[in-house]
C-alpha cells in the first residue's frame, strides 16, 4: 500500500506543496510545530534516511536548505532547524522548521487544527521567496 506520502505526491490528497522536482517534493506540515513547518520528501518509499542512496541524501539536504533560506527570508526566525525523526510515517521525510526557540522543536506541541487559510498565506509567503531566491523553476503553482 502508497504510504500518505505517495497519496498526496500523486493529488490522491490534497496539500500545500510548495516545491516538486524530479527526485522530491516539499510541504507545508498539516501540524506545523511554527509557522512554515516544511516538509521535505522524496517520491520513493524508502522508510529510514539512513537507507537513502547518498546521491538522494544530498539532494533532499540541498533542497531543504533552500527552504531554509526561503523560510529565513519570509519569517524571521531565530533559527531554521531540521529534523529527521521518521516515526510519523514509515517514508523518509525532512522536517524544516522555523524556529525562535527549542520549544519550537518539540512534536508534542504541534498545532492539530491550524487555521486553513493562515497555511495558504504561509504556504504563499514561502513559494514567494523561493521565487525571489531564483527556484521558481520548482515553485508548484495553485
Avoid at 525562535?100 to 514567494?128: C, G, I, V, Y
Wanted: with cysteine.
Amino acid at each position: 500500500m502508497a504510504s500518505i506520502f505517495t497519496r498526496i505526491a500523486q493529488g490522491e490528497i490534497p496539500s500545500r506543496t510548495i516545491w516538486r522536482d524530479g527526485r522530491c517534493f516539499a510541504m507545508l506540515d498539516i501540524r506545523p510545530l511554527s509557522d512554515g513547518h516544511v516538509l521535505v520528501i522524496p517520491f520513493e518509499e524508502i522508510d529510514q534516511w539512513t537507507d537513502l542512496d547518498e546521491t538522494l541524501a544530498a539532494h533532499l539536504f540541498t533542497v531543504a536548505h533552500r527552504i531554509s533560506l526561503a523560510q529565513r527570508s519570509a519569517f524571521s526566525p531565530a533559527r531554521v532547524a531540521l529534523i529527521v525523526a521518521g516515526f510519523e510515517v514509515p517514508h523518509t521525510h525532512l522536517h524544516v522548521i522555523p524556529a525562535d526557540s527549542m520549544t519550537n522543536l518539540d512534536f508534542s506541541t504541534a498545532d492539530t487544527e491550524p487555521d486553513q487559510s493562515r497555511l495558504n498565506s504561509l504556504a504563499d509567503q514561502l513559494k514567494s521567496s523561493l521565487r525571489a531566491l531564483g527556484h521558481g523553476e520548482f515553485v508548484v503553482d495553485g
